[in-house]
């Protein structure tokens, strides 16, 4: 980690799991792949505008934080969450499936009222 870092990690609030949690079978596929990606070793989970009903998870593995982060420690993995995106992903869990159809990675969050068929995009 490079100094510069380290002073931005000051500015980053701790989290818990009560903002976002993580199954097992995720957070042994988030360590998985931050090991062969090497491209960072924290997941920054962010809600965008887009997708068929409004709202959508876009995620990336990343060194950097950013002042204002919410850093959540859970089981082996890191994630960083905005503040924005913490009012809409509060109490949500993230799950991985390895089932051909309908596999990947799941957000199940209990502020979304709709989500579309692919389970990528939601409204509130």
């Known amino acids: 980690m490079t100094a510069g870092n380290k002073k931005e990690e000051s500015n980053v609030r701790q989290g818990n799991e009560n903002l976002i949690r993580i199954t ?3 957070d042994e596929k988030l360590v ?7 491209s960072g070793s924290m997941l ?4 965008v505008g887009g997708g068929c009903n ?3 998870y876009k995620m990336k593995f990343t ?3 950013k002042q204002g982060d919410i850093l ?5 993995s890191q994630l960083l969450i905005d503040p924005k995106t913490a009012l809409y992903i509060k109490g949500t869990s993230l799950d ?3 089932n051909l159809v309908g596999g990947g990675f799941q ?7 709709a989500s579309c068929s692919c389970g990528e995009s939601f409204s509130l």
């Open 63 to 65: 060194e950097d934080t």
């Open 72 to 76: 959540v420690k859970t089981m082996r």
């Open 96 to 98: 991985y499936s390895h």
């Open 107 to 113: 957000f199940n969050n209990p502020n979304a009222k």
């Open 24 to 26: 097992k079978s995720a």
């Open 54 to 56: 409004g709202l959508s």
């Open 44 to 47: 920054r989970i962010k809600i």
């Open 32 to 38: 998985s792949l931050i090991e062969r990606e090497q």
